[in-house]
């Protein structure tokens, strides 16, 4: 049974960083995708990162340029660098993983992040 578990999560102010991690147990990034996702209250869940097991990568205009996703094959974690954070990326983010993009099937159960102005 493939289990993700996000980390990292917490407060930090504008413009400060946060890293994410998702560990997986149970799977290895060999084949399909792996994602980080966030909700806001009140706001639908969207796509923050994308990688393919390719090492190819996606991202929103909303945070390009500040957000990295990238795999550790040695600890088996997919993480998440955020830089420049803004107020706005106040949420919970949640890891993910699917055989394709579009295709999420498994979830974290998410990591609350604030960034206070």
């Known amino acids: 049974q493939v289990q993700l578990v996000e980390s990292g999560g917490g407060l930090v102010q504008a413009g400060g960083s946060l890293r994410l991690s998702c560990a997986a147990s149970g799977r290895t990034f060999s084949s399909g995708v792996m994602g980080w996702f966030r909700q806001a209250p009140g706001k639908e869940r969207e796509l923050v990162a994308q990688?393919?097991?390719?090492?190819?990568?996606d991202y929103p205009d909303s945070v390009k340029g500040r957000f990295t996703i990238g795999i550790d094959n040695a600890k088996n974690t997919v993480n998440l660098q955020m830089d420049s954070l803004k107020p706005e990326d106040t949420a919970v983010y949640y890891c993910?993983?699917?055989?394709?993009?579009?295709?999420?099937?498994?979830w974290g159960q998410g990591t609350q992040v604030t960034v206070s102005s």
């Open positions: 993910a993983a699917g055989p394709s993009w579009a295709q999420y099937h498994i």
């Open positions: 990688i393919s097991s390719g090492g190819y990568t």
